[in-house]
Every structure is written in structure tokens, then in C-alpha cells.
């Protein structure tokens, strides 16, 4: 390593599962159980037929899980335990807390972890807007100014000044929302009164972003939160920090700074890798790096090293978040989501992969070390074994970009032709539609789309969201939930993993409109958009809360009277529990396809899909098979017609 910049952590090995135990029979059979995007398919046979460990290898040699973590009834929170309640008349840990408390705890400390993920993502981005405001990030610019300036006159910020002191402004009001003094944040008032009467009364209203997450961590400490329904409560209120706070300010920041998504086409699948080309992914969340290695590629004089170096040129593809960053807002082409990532290595055909932060397999560099391919950690909060490492800051980002695409274009020959497998036909795909989008391909206004909904022509709208889970075939709960309810004149919007399987399942195609009921026919046909909207990903699920909260200010209603529901169906993250969790907060109902940790206490099971109904007007409702989740929710949704007599 010549490079001061560069270090080599430590070197690891390719992990691999044992070919010879699997015959073309099992192969295929466990291929067809395993995922149901043929691209990944095709891929994911060849992991088997070469041995290669993946995590779904990894899912079996886990099986059976321990049955009392299944069921959130064991504690390893302090040194007295570890605890775990067995029945008969072991019934409560060593300090006592029983299976309430202890579920309880456990779900809260999910939920903070959740809230601090998307939290902390939502600060670097704010922090990059004061660094290029204050111009100590020159590679960075303000790109949509008209929205700064919204922004800054929704926080009070005097915007008849130059732009780079608003954004300033901004950035310190934002920052202060963390740990702020007011004992309020500014966005919730985007959403009706009379629902922010409800989350007051409810005691879910966050006080700061930060003091929440903190305050739930305290909580989980053994002898102080002792009564498990406001263990639950304080979950939710440290939720709505995240929803309506941080991730709500990485959604804004990051358009502020990278420009606002507009309707655009892209191709998805891993077949967006090029034989010809230097192959480099961008995987995690953050838009602060991936807009830097953008660049970067961009410029001429790499174009120039890839060619002399034999490739025709430089490929990005995302994966994950920071792919649907891309994906949103420059139509960078999406290799995959979450299950994905180690069969893009697994191609054979990938130069590097560049990862900052949250959802990326601690293991992705033993699998890079089965092939030729480089890992690059940048961030100090992810640094991974086996990964070359370059920090990132937002004042040294496309200098250390620049680096980093060098060493993948001088990786480009030793790729290994003979080991490459590309899988044909990406899939095209109808991307980038932020409300601010949906607002311009209506005219202005989200007037039509709530009146299509209050003639009944669509019924209501839906939210899949979420992660990918070997627990249950790859992109099937995603793509069956989605089918089933556009089939039944609900429109879908979609973030994160679950909007990454619809497009490449082809859903995010105007063509698509052929599976859709003739309501939701009829209005997408007219727009010439998809019946499955794409709208960014995981932290953008506020642009969900903020297209109800819109909705709902112009029907002149609460939010939880929308006919709207929300689904995780392959959920995986604690990121996923905290959004669930704002969403029933704000009072949208979610159904999740994967049960939570909470079995071992029927009174906490009891308070989340029952008992929380009373105080918000919304619940959770657990269902694993997608085609019954989506008769839940179109009943769900029709009950909220029937309210709002439509
Ligand atoms: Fe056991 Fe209580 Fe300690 Fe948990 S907090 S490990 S239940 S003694
Ligand atoms: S990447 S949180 S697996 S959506 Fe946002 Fe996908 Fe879930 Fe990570």
C-alpha cells in the first residue's frame, strides 16, 4: 500500500461451504426456495456450485434458533444473568423482572437502537450542509435552493440573505433538535393539529431527538423501567423522534444538497454489471460518500486510466440505501438489495465495493476474498476486518474518492473471465418519485391524487417497506403483498429493500398497470406512471409522512383517518421496528410478515395489536403470508372509507 491513506485492516479468508455435498438437484431445489428474482437465482447457484458462503448458509447452520430469544424472554442486561424464563417456576430473572418487563425492554432497546441508526445517518447529513455552508467542504454545493429556503422559513430562518447563511442557519436550528432545550422539534407541525393533539395526549410527542433515545436506554437499565406498557410508550415517543426528526432531516438535507428526486428511468437487477467495464458498487445508506464517488468516476482523466487499462470505462451500480440514494436522484443503475449483496461479489465481475454504513454483512471481505474483488470501509463507525480503509469527512471526500476509484480501475485485470457470471436482462424501471415529484406530475398540487381516492376509484394507499429476510424467500413477501394490492385499486409507495424487489420484479414499470383494478388502471394509465411508486430509502420513509400528512391537511382530516396502512413484510433491521413504530404512532397501522421478539409476553403481544389502538388510532398486526396481509389491510382500508362515509 503506497497510499498514506490506505490501510489494510487485516487479511481474511474466503469462507466456504462444502461443494461436493450438493447435487444439481439440491442446488436447484434450494436456489428455487431461497430467493425469487431469477437474476439473484442465477447467481445464488453459482455460490453453491463453487461453495461460496452466503448468509442464507449461514440461516441453516442457525437452525433451530434458541427458543427463548424467538420468544424475547431472555435478558442479558446485566451481570447477575443471563436470565431466561423457562416456565413451570422459573418465571422471573434474578432482579425479578418477569416476561412482560423483560420482552418489553428488550423491544425498547430495538427500537432506540432503530431510532440512534437513522438518527445519527440524519446528523452527518446536516452536518455536511453547515460544513458546505460555511464553505469548509468545497466539493460539496447547495443543488436545490428553493427548498433550503422552504425549509428555512418553516424554522423561522430569515431567508432574504445569502444562501450560504441560511443554510447555515438551518443546519444549527437542525443540529440543535438533537438535544434541543425546547422540549419540541419543528416537523411534527407539519402534520394536522389535531393529530398532534392526539401523539401529545398519547405522550409520544419527542422532546428531542437525541433525549429520547437516551431516556429509552436509561429505561432498559435494570431497576428503573419496571412497568412494561410505558417501556412500550417511550419506544414509540423515541420513534417519532426518528420519523419526524432525523430521519425526516436526512431526507430533507440530503435533497437540499443533492438535489430534490424527479421521475426518471433507471435498470435494476444484477444484471446492471457490465463485462466490460470496471464494476464498482456503492452499498449502506449515506448519500455524503456515493454523491462524492459519483463524481469522481465522472471525471475524465479516470475514464481515461479505466480505458488504458482495457475497460471501456468506469460502471457504478448501487445496492442497498445509499443504491436507492442513487438510484432517486441520478438513475445510478441498482444491482440489488439487502440478500444481494454477496452475490454481487459472486459475479466475478466486481472491481470494489465501496460501503459507509448499516445493513452490510461484517463478512462481505471474506466473500470478496473468494474473487478479486476489493472492500472499502469508509466510515470510523464501520470499519471492517479484511477491508481497506478511507475515511471519509465531507472536506476530504472526492480526494479520497478519486483514491479509491483508482485502486478499483488498476484491480480491473485481475478480474478472472473464466469465474464471471452476469446475469442478462436487467430491468427497466420508473424511478424517483419524492413528493415533490408526485406533486409536479399532478399538476402542482396532491389535489387529484385525493380525489381519485375520495371517488373510490383507488381506494387508499399502502406503504411496503423494508429490509430482505431468510426467514422467508427473498423479495416474495415484497413483490406477492404489492401485486395483491394494486389488484385491488390500492396504490403503492414503497422505500428500502421492498421497493428494490418490486422494480426488479418489473412492478415500477407504467406497463405494469395490467395487474392493477380498473380504478387504479385507469388513473395510472392516465399519468403514464407505475401502480408501485418508488420513493427513496429506508430514512425516506418520512417522504411517506410526509405525503399523509399532506393528504390529510387537504381532506381536512387526521392521519389516522387516511384509508392508508403501511407493511414490512420482509423486515430484518431495528431500523425497521422504529419505523414501524412511528408509523403506528403517527397513526398509521402496520402489518408486519415477520413476527417481532414478543411472543413470551401475551400482554405486551396484547398492547401492540390491540391496546395501543385506544391511544393513537392505529396498531400492528402481524401476518407472514403476504396474500392474507393484503386482505388485512384493503379491509383495514375500506373500514377508513366507511368512517370518512366515502
Ligand atoms: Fe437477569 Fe434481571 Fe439482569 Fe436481565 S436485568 S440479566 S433479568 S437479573
Ligand atoms: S437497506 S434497513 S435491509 S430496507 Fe436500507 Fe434494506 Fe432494511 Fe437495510
Avoid at 260 to 279: M, Q
Avoid at 292 to 302: H, I, Q, T
Avoid at 423 to 447: N, Y
Avoid at 515 to 539: N, R
Amino acid at each position: 500500500m503506497t497510499d498514506e491513506r490506505v490501510t489494510e485492516i487485516i487479511s481474511v479468508e474466503c469462507l466456504r461451504v462444502p461443494a461436493e455435498e450438493l447435487t444439481p438437484e439440491k442446488i436447484k431445489k434450494k436456489t428455487e426456495e431461497r430467493t425469487m428474482d431469477e437474476s439473484s437465482k442465477q447467481v445464488l447457484k453459482k455460490t453453491m456450485e463453487e461453495g461460496v458462503e452466503t448468509a442464507w448458509d449461514r440461516f441453516e447452520k442457525q437452525q433451530p434458533m434458541c427458543k427463548f430469544c424467538s420468544t424475547g424472554v431472555s435478558c442479558q442486561r446485566c451481570a447477575m444473568g443471563p436470565c431466561r424464563l423457562m416456565g413451570g417456576d422459573r418465571v422471573r430473572g434474578v432482579c425479578g423482572a418477569d416476561a412482560d418487563l423483560i420482552v418489553a425492554r428488550n423491544l425498547l432497546d430495538q427500537i432506540a437502537t432503530g431510532a440512534a441508526s437513522h438518527s445519527d445517518h440524519g446528523r452527518e447529513v446536516v452536518d455536511t450542509l453547515l460544513k458546505t455552508s460555511r464553505g469548509e467542504a468545497p466539493s460539496y454545493s447547495i443543488t436545490d435552493v428553493p427548498k433550503l429556503k422552504r425549509l428555512a422559513k418553516e424554522y423561522g430562518i430569515d431567508i432574504e440573505r445569502p444562501v450560504g447563511k441560511v443554510g447555515e442557519d438551518l443546519a444549527e436550528a437542525m443540529l440543535e433538535e438533537f438535544g434541543t432545550l425546547k422540549g419540541e422539534l419543528q416537523m411534527p407541525k407539519r402534520a394536522p393539529e389535531e393529530s398532534v393533539k392526539i401523539w401529545k395526549e398519547a405522550n409520544i410527542l419527542p422532546r428531542s431527538i437525541d433525549r429520547e433515545i437516551v431516556e429509552s436506554m436509561h429505561r432498559v437499565h435494570m431497576g428503573v423501567g419496571a412497568e412494561f406498557s410505558d417501556m412500550l410508550v417511550q419506544g414509540m415517543r423515541a420513534s417519532m423522534g426518528d420519523g419526524w426528526g432525523g430521519s425526516m432531516m436526512g431526507t430533507e438535507i440530503s435533497d437540499v444538497l443533492f438535489g430534490t428526486p424527479t421521475i426518471r428511468r433507471s435498470k435494476v437487477n444484477l444484471g446492471v454489471l457490465k463485462h466490460d467495464h470496471v464494476n464498482i458498487s456503492l452499498h449502506g445508506h449515506n448519500p455524503v460518500l456515493s454523491e462524492m464517488v459519483v463524481k469522481a468516476a465522472g471525471l475524465p482523466e479516470m475514464q481515461e486510466k479505466a480505458k488504458g487499462l482495457g475497460a471501456k470505462g468506469i460502471n457504478l451500480v448501487g445496492l442497498c440505501c445509499t443504491g436507492n440514494e442513487l438510484l432517486m436522484r441520478k438513475g445510478i443503475h441498482q444491482a440489488g438489495n439487502h440478500m444481494d449483496q454477496e452475490l454481487v461479489i459472486t459475479t466475478g465481475a466486481l472491481e470494489m465495493m465501496i460501503v459507509d454504513y448499516q445493513c452490510i454483512f461484517p463478512t462481505l471481505t471474506n466473500t470478496a476474498a473468494c474473487f478479486h474483488t476489493k472492500v472499502v470501509s469508509t466510515s470510523p463507525k464501520s470499519k471492517i476486518p479484511g477491508s481497506l480503509y478511507f475515511e471519509i469527512t465531507p472536506e476530504n471526500a472526492l480526494e479520497q474518492s478519486k483514491h479509491m476509484i483508482k485502486m478499483a480501475i488498476e484491480n480491473y485485470p485481475n478480474r478472472e473471465p473464466k469465474r464471471v457470471l452476469i446475469p442478462d436482462h436487467p430491468m427497466d424501471a420508473m424511478v424517483g418519485f419524492s413528493v415533490e415529484a408526485i406533486r409536479d406530475a399532478l399538476g402542482g398540487s396532491l389535489k387529484p391524487l385525493l380525489d381519485v381516492v375520495l371517488s373510490g376509484k383507488v381506494r387508499g394507499c399502502a406503504a411496503i417497506v423494508g429490509c430482505n429476510n431468510p426467514h422467508i424467500k427473498h423479495d416474495f413477501g415484497h413483490i406477492t403483498l404489492a401485486k395483491e394490492l394494486i389488484k385491488r385499486d390500492i396504490l403503492v409507495v414503497e422505500t428500502g429493500c421492498a421497493s428494490i424487489a418490486c422494480a426488479k420484479a418489473g412492478l415500477m414499470l407504467p406497463e405494469s398497470i395490467k395487474d392493477a383494478g380498473k380504478g387504479l388502471k385507469e388513473v395510472c394509465g392516465s399519468l403514464k406512471i407505475p401502480p408501485v411508486l418508488h420513493m427513496g430509502s429506508c430514512v425516506d420513509c418520512s417522504r411517506i409522512l410526509n405525503l399523509v400528512a399532506e393528504l390529510a391537511r387537504l381532506a381536512g382530516v387526521r392521519i389516522d383517518q387516511l384509508p392508508v396502512a403501511g407493511a414490512a413484510p420482509e423486515w430484518y433491521s431495528p431500523k425497521a421496528v422504529a419505523i414501524a413504530s412511528y408509523y403506528v404512532g403517527s397513526g398509521v397501522s402496520v402489518c408486519l410478515g415477520i413476527m417481532p421478539k414478543i411472543t413470551g409476553s401475551p400482554n405486551v403481544v396484547r398492547f401492540l395489536t390491540q391496546d395501543v389502538e385506544a391511544a393513537v388510532n392505529a396498531k400492528f398486526w402481524v401476518e407472514p403470508d403476504p396474500r392474507k396481509a393484503a386482505a388485512l389491510m384493503s379491509d383495514h382500508i375500506e373500514m377508513k372509507r366507511k368512517d370518512l362515509n366515502l
